[in-house]
């Protein structure tokens, strides 16, 4: 039987965060002024959100170094600003390649549940 892949936000906490708990811990650090967070997987995958309230980056990488995939929007159109890294640097990302927030939260908490996208995103992978 295989064990299903445990998920920790990288911010020094060792507790996996259930994907029931992951949408109520992602709003919390988006309402507490932390719009970027990872998510490390005992596989050594990591999944990477970043908002700016609206719209969201969501990666999944396979291993440290690796360009892994991204989610994207096939109609979304002009590109969006407000995208503030942990490092400070703000970024500002085609709207194809970010998601609206909520499917951003739907992306991430399916990914922690089941390990991969959902049959009906969008993604791009960038390998």
């Avoid at 906490?13 to 811990?25: F, I, K, R, Y």
């Avoid at 600003?81 to 939260?105: C, M, N, W």
């Amino acid at each position: 039987m295989l064990m299903a892949e445990r998920w920790v936000i990288d911010d020094g906490s060792a507790d996996p965060v259930p994907s029931e708990a992951v949408l109520g811990a992602l709003r919390a650090r988006v309402r507490t002024g932390l719009p970027e967070t990872w998510l490390t997987g005992t596989s050594g995958r990591s999944v990477a959100f970043v908002t700016n309230t609206e719209r969201a980056m969501v990666m999944l990488l396979d291993a440290e170094g690796d360009p892994g995939e991204h989610a994207v929007d096939p109609g979304g159109e002009g590109s969006s600003k407000g995208f503030v890294l942990s490092s400070g640097q703000h970024d500002e990302y085609l709207d194809h390649d970010t998601v609206p927030i909520g499917e951003a939260f739907r992306l991430v908490e399916h990914i922690v549940r089941a390990g991969s996208w959902p049959e009906d995103a969008h993604w791009a992978v960038d390998r």
